[in-house]
C-alpha cells in the first residue's frame, strides 16, 4: 500500500515578482482587448471612442514597458540569478524538451508524477525556460520597440523609414502582438497542469508552491 506524504512548501515566487506579473498581466490584458479596437474598429466598441482606445493602449504600453524594466533590474541586480531562472542549459534542449512534453502530452493525464521539481533558483522546466527565454528577451522587446515608434511617428519617422515605414511597422507590431495573445493563451493553459488545476494560480498569490510526494 502506498502512503502519502504530507506537501512540503516551498517559496518560489518572492514578492517583487508575484507583483510585477500581476501588473503585467494586467497591462497586457489591456493591450490585447484595446489593440482588438484599434486594429478592428468597425467590429468592435468596446472603449466607446477609438480615441479613448488609443489612450488606454498607449497607458498599458508604457506601464507594460516600465514593468520590463523593473523585471530586468529585480533580476540582474536583486535576486542577480537571471542566467540560472530563464536561460535553458545544454541538458535542457538535449534531453529535457522531450522529458517534459513527453509528460505534458501523455503522463500528465495518467498522474505521473512531474519529471521537472522547481526551485527557487530552478523554478522553471525545460519547456518553460525556452519559451519565457524566447518572450522576455526576444517578443516583449520587440512589441516595446515597434509600440514605442508608434507611439513617436514624428519625432522618430527617420528610424520608422529606416525599418521598412509605418506599414511595416503596423504589421509588425500586430503579428507581435498576435503571438504574445497566442501565449497568453497557452500560459494560462499551462498554468492549470499542476497537482490541482489551482495551485500555480495560488503560488503567484502567496509565493508558496506545495511539493506533493508519494512513497
Known sequence: MTEQTPPEQVYLTPTPVRIWHWLNALGIVTLCVTGIQIRFPEYANIFGTYKAAIRLHDIAGITVSISFLLWIFYYLVVARNIAKVYVPTLA????????????????????????????????????????????????????????????????????????????????????????FFAFLCVHVYMATLGHTPFAHFRQMWTGWEKMEHTG
Open 92 to 179: 535542457d534542449i538535449k534531453s529535457g524538451l522531450f522529458q517534459q512534453a513527453f509528460f505534458y502530452f501523455f503522463n500528465y493525464f495518467l498522474g505521473k508524477d512531474n519529471p521537472h521539481t522547481a526551485t527557487p533558483d530552478n523554478k522553471f522546466n525545460a519547456i518553460q525556460k525556452v519559451t519565457y527565454f524566447m518572450t522576455m528577451f526576444l517578443l516583449i522587446p520587440l512589441v516595446v520597440v515597434s509600440g514605442l515608434l508608434l507611439m513617436n511617428i514624428a519625432p522618430l519617422r527617420a528610424w520608422i523609414i529606416a525599418i521598412g515605414g509605418i506599414k511595416f511597422l503596423v504589421d509588425a507590431h500586430y503579428l507581435l502582438a498576435c503571438s
